[in-house]
């Protein structure tokens, strides 16, 4: 199914076609890695909604990338609960071992790091969302199995994707 498809089915749970663009950047977002700006015309023009309706969603909410991502996109809370419990020192341990600053991505494309305002799970404080997973009670030492658990699954996934080229001659 289609991009279009997609949307348009999803749009048609709404009475109100400005109520799917969310939706609609979600299925857009999951299509393109992320979303440039023709992407979101295309949204847009998809729903017949105003570009600016779809720009401002687009650019609010911290779950939407305007901007390409790793492919692990790190987003370490950094609100009270997350502060107090050391979330600034698990950031400059990131960008230690990282070597890189927050919004920035790794060389090798396997690592976006940044900070969100709230992630919503004060109980776990310091959290850490990782794609659509939470990552909390984080300190140092959790904090580096989780990044070798990601690098493991990149590599896994390298080598899934390697295995099924064809060889030479094949």
Same mark, same amino acid.
Request: glycine fraction near 8%; include cysteine; aromatic fraction near 6%.
């Given at each position: 199914m289609? +991009?279009?498809?997609?949307?348009? =089915? @999803?749009? @048609? @749970?709404?009475?109100?076609?400005r109520?799917?663009i969310m939706?609609?950047?979600?299925? @857009? =977002?999951k299509?393109h890695g992320h !979303? *440039?700006?023709?992407?979101l015309?295309?949204v &847009?023009?998809?729903?017949g #909604?105003e ?5 401002e969603? /687009?650019?609010?909410?911290? %779950?939407f990338?305007?901007e390409? #991502? ?7 809370c950094?609100?009270v609960s997350? +502060? ?9 341990? !990131?960008?230690?071992v $990282?070597?890189i600053?927050?919004?920035d991505?790794? /060389?090798?494309? !396997? ?8 992630l919503?799970?004060?109980e776990?404080?310091p959290v850490m =969302?990782?794609g659509d ?7 140092v030492?959790r $904090?580096?199995?989780? %990044?070798?658990s990601l690098?493991a /699954? /990149?590599?896994? &996934? &390298?080598? #899934?994707?390697?295995?099924s080229? *064809? +060889?030479?001659?094949?």
């Open positions: 289609s +991009m279009r498809e997609k949307i348009e =089915q @999803a749009a @048609a @749970a709404y009475p109100d076609q109520s799917a939706p609609a950047l979600v299925i @857009a =977002q299509e !979303l *440039p700006g023709p992407v015309e295309e &847009a023009d998809i729903l #909604v570009r600016i309706w779809v720009y969603l /687009a650019t609010f909410y911290t %779950l990338h305007t390409p #991502v790793g492919k692990f996109h790190l987003q370490l950094d609100n997350c +502060m107090l419990c050391g979330s600034g020192d698990l950031l400059t341990h !990131l960008e230690t $990282l070597e600053k927050k919004g991505t790794t /060389a090798d494309g !396997l690592f976006t790091l940044s900070t969100v305002e709230c919503g799970a004060c776990m404080a =969302q990782v997973d939470y990552h909390g009670n984080l300190d030492a $904090l580096d199995a989780l %990044l070798e690098r /699954a /990149a590599g896994r &996934a &390298a080598g #899934v994707e390697h295995a080229q *064809p +060889m030479p001659g094949e």
